[in-house]
């Protein structure tokens, strides 16, 4: 089946510094990605839909200027969270639909730790 | 998407058949029925999908009533390595964002 990778699979960083976050399809397509993020013991959240060669559509109440989207490629989207602070910290995931339509393929996701 | 419900938590042994129902009233004709399974700090795998009547692959079987208002995944003789948190959604689930619900923490015990 389809997968999508995600790098690295964990960072820690001090507050104040910026952390990027790559997400890829290995081995299809994805003009379209979708960020989320999850807190302990939560669901996950819908944060942006990242599209190839446009701007990213952020959710209500997520910041554009903080967690920057780019979709530069086909295959290839990143994350950055700029300026990081310990509410920061989570677990960031990613997806892209497949090939067939019918279901997305998540990234196994990035645990960012904001000292 | 449809708003979905479904338990919070279930607990069940190994070997034993868990089924974990999701009522989704509000669904539409074109809706599909999707289920993922979500370990710890891993992302969300897809298990299985429906539209109606009953479907079955190596993982699970999921069964759809007429009415479609709701659905149940069941997980044959589970085992340990099944204890996860499963997520029943509904809508078009390919191509658009997907809005997760609380979803259902199964906890197998030995």
């Known amino acids: 089946g389809a997968v999508v990778s995600q790098h690295p699979s964990w960072v820690i960083c001090k507050s104040g510094t910026s952390v990027k976050i790559e997400c890829r399809s290995l081995?299809?397509?994805?003009?379209?990605m979708f960020w989320y993020r999850q807190f302990p013991k939560q669901s996950l959240m819908l944060m942006a839909t990242?599209?190839?060669?446009?701007?990213?559509?952020?959710e209500q109440g997520v910041e554009k200027d903080k967690f920057l989207i780019n979709h530069a490629s086909l295959t290839l989207s990143t994350l950055t969270v700029t300026s990081a602070h310990p509410e920061d910290s989570s677990f960031y995931i990613c997806?892209?639909?497949?090939?067939?339509?019918?279901?997305?393929?998540f990234g196994p996701g990035t645990r960012l730790l904001v000292l | 998407l449809a708003k979905t419900t479904q338990p919070i938590s279930m607990d069940s042994y190994e070997g034993q058949e868990v089924n974990i129902t999701c009522s989704h009233n509000n669904i539409a004709t074109n809706d599909y029925i999707t289920w993922y399974q979500q370990f710890p700090s891993q992302g969300p795998r897809f298990i299985i999908q429906?539209?109606?009547t009953k479907v079955t692959n190596e993982v699970a079987s999921l069964f759809i009533p007429a009415d479609r208002k709701s659905s149940t995944l069941s997980l044959p003789r589970v085992s340990l390595s099944d204890t996860a948190v499963y997520y029943c959604l509904v809508g078009d689930t390919g191509r658009r964002a997907l809005t997760f619900g609380s979803g259902t923490r199964l906890q197998v015990q030995p």
């Open positions: 081995d299809f397509q994805a003009t379209t």
């Open positions: 990242s599209n190839e060669g446009s701007k990213a559509t952020y």
């Open positions: 429906g539209y109606k």
């Open positions: 997806s892209a639909p497949g090939e067939t339509q019918e279901t997305q393929y």
